[in-house]
């Protein structure tokens, strides 16, 4: 069994990532890391020299805490909410990981357009995370 956590370069993505970490060691499972962009022509070469150097430096950290992991960055034109309910199905995840960022009194009517996604359209358990204030 796996536990699938999506991960952006923002406080939100490593408070998830965290959080995925503590309950794969808790449970003894594999750690999915999952970076997802649509690409096109918004996603240029420098950006994804960026992601892939912060995406090298979490495999060093999970590399030092022991954990089965793998990190994948997926540049396939999908949203984020696709690649990640994807992958959770191709690993049969126990769950899945997301970072949730704080909302103004009118942004709480909406939830994120991929988070919603994700806790609506998944088949498995999905765990919001806050980051710290």
Aim: with cysteine.
């Amino acid at each position: 069994m796996a536990i699938v956590v999506g991960y952006v370069p923002t406080k939100e993505g490593r408070a998830a990532l965290r959080r995925a970490a503590d309950e794969a060691l808790l449970r003894k499972s594999k750690l999915i890391v999952i970076n997802s962009n649509r690409g096109g022509r918004d996603y240029d070469s420098d950006e994804a020299q960026r992601f892939e150097a912060e995406l090298s430096r979490i495999q060093g950290q999970l590399d030092d805490q022991g954990l089965v992991h793998e990190v994948r960055q997926l540049v396939r034109g999908n949203e984020p909410a696709e690649d990640l309910i994807a992958v959770a199905e191709e690993e049969h995840a126990e769950f899945i990981v997301i970072g949730l960022r704080r909302r103004t009194p009118v942004g709480k009517l909406i939830l994120g357009s991929n988070a919603q996604r994700i806790l609506l359209d998944a088949s498995c358990p999905v765990l919001a995370v806050k980051a710290d204030a």
